[in-house]
């Protein structure tokens, strides 16, 4: 029993960009962006207003965000990792304002400099002032199903995180697969436990396909009634401070599975496939999945 429609997070701009070690130009992400605006995508995550040093790739986050043409139908999220981050993003009238910290202390650490103990009350400033401002929230938990330093991360540690940001007013919580190692059966057990607290409705999917495991893990998260996954076209993406990472799940890979199985996204395959191509020529290393898609439907 699947549900009939989910919503696709397209993170392309923002995950599958940022580990990408040669610039890609402002003008080519503008141009993507606005082609990702046109195939039905309710959500597109455009950038990071993080340090320009710690993620040169998106150091253009203003300039893209004022430049890409909006469709009020579409939300325009990016990461906002404290309140440096949030006076960016509000000085371009950002929809959404993604909050990210990881499940594991080192990766924490490592991605943004602080202990989890040390993150919560600057991102409970930033929540706050999201919301006065009337924006749309939403939270990343990372390494939920295992982390590159630590190994193994306790679900207990995941639950209590999530409460935190629950508790800061964020609508909705993406649970990562910073790493793309979860397995079926370890997605089956991780949902069980957190369906135990917090409402499937408010639960998204992140996977990355390292290993090539991402669909099979969105096929257990349907069985438990998710309907928010996040995704990048072409599979593109991984995070720098996570060694390991690779691409994210491809929504163009993610796009065929659903349609096939008679569940509704709203999006076009064509078109998904279309923006893969062009955002092809700035980085040329698309998933192989990906460039078989193309090479056997073009
Ligand atoms: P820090 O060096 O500890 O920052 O970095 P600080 O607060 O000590 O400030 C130092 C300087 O940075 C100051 O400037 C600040 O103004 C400036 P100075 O006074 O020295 O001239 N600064 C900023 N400048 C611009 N924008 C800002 C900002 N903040 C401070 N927002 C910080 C801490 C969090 C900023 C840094 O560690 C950082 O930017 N990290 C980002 C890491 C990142 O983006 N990682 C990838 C995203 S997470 C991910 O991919 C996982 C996910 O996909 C889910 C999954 O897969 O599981 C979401
Ligand atoms: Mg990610």
């Known amino acids: ?22 610039m890609v130009p402002t003008d080519a992400k503008i141009e993507w962006i606005n082609l990702l605006s ?12 993080v340090h320009p040093k ?38 371009v009238d950002l929809d959404e304002v993604c909050l990210f910290l990881s499940a594991s ?26 919301k006065r401002a009337d924006k749309q929230l939403r939270g990343y938990v990372s390494t939920v199903f295992g982390c590159p330093y630590e190994g193994r991360i306790e679900i207990d540690k995941v639950i209590s995180i999530c409460d935190r940001l629950f508790n ?13 190692v979860a397995d079926p059966a370890q997605v089956d057990e991780v949902l069980t436990k957190l369906l135990n ?8 999917m992140h996977f990355h396909d390292t290993r090539g495991t991402a669909l099979a893990n969105v096929l257990v998260s349907l069985t438990h009634g998710i309907t928010n996954f996040d995704s990048a076209v072409g ?29 509704e996204t709203g999006m076009d395959i064509d078109k998904v496939i279309d923006s893969a191509l062009y955002i092809e020529n700035y980085v040329n290393h698309l ?12």
């Not at 004022?66 to 990461?79: F, G, M, S, V």
């Not at 607290?197 to 998204?204: G, I, R, S, T, V």
Request: with cysteine; proline share 5%.
């Open 1 to 22: 029993n699947f549900p009939q429609r989910v919503n696709i997070k397209e993170v392309g701009p923002r995950d599958g960009l940022q580990n990408e070690a040669e």
């Open 38 to 49: 046109e195939t039905g995508a309710s959500y597109i995550e455009i950038s990071s207003f």
């Open 54 to 91: 710690w993620i040169p790739q998106l150091k253009d986050a203003t300039a893209v965000a004022k430049q890409i043409k909006r469709n009020p139908d579409i939300t325009y999220a990016a990461l906002v990792p404290n309140e440096k981050g949030l006076e960016r993003a509000l000085a």
């Open 105 to 130: 202390e080192t990766h924490n650490k490592n991605n943004i400099n602080k202990s989890i103990e040390e993150t919560y009350p600057i991102l409970e400033r930033v929540s706050g002032e999201a």
């Open 168 to 180: 800061m007013g964020v609508d909705e919580i993406s649970i990562g697969d910073t790493i793309g």
């Open 197 to 204: 607290y917090f409402p499937k409705e408010k639960l998204a």
């Open 235 to 263: 599979g593109l993406g991984g995070c720098p401070y996570a060694k390991g990472a690779s691409g994210n799940l491809a929504t163009d890979d993610l796009l065929y599975m659903l349609h096939r199985m008679g569940i």
């Open 287 to 298: 998933s192989s999945h990906q460039m078989k898609i193309i090479n056997s439907e073009r």
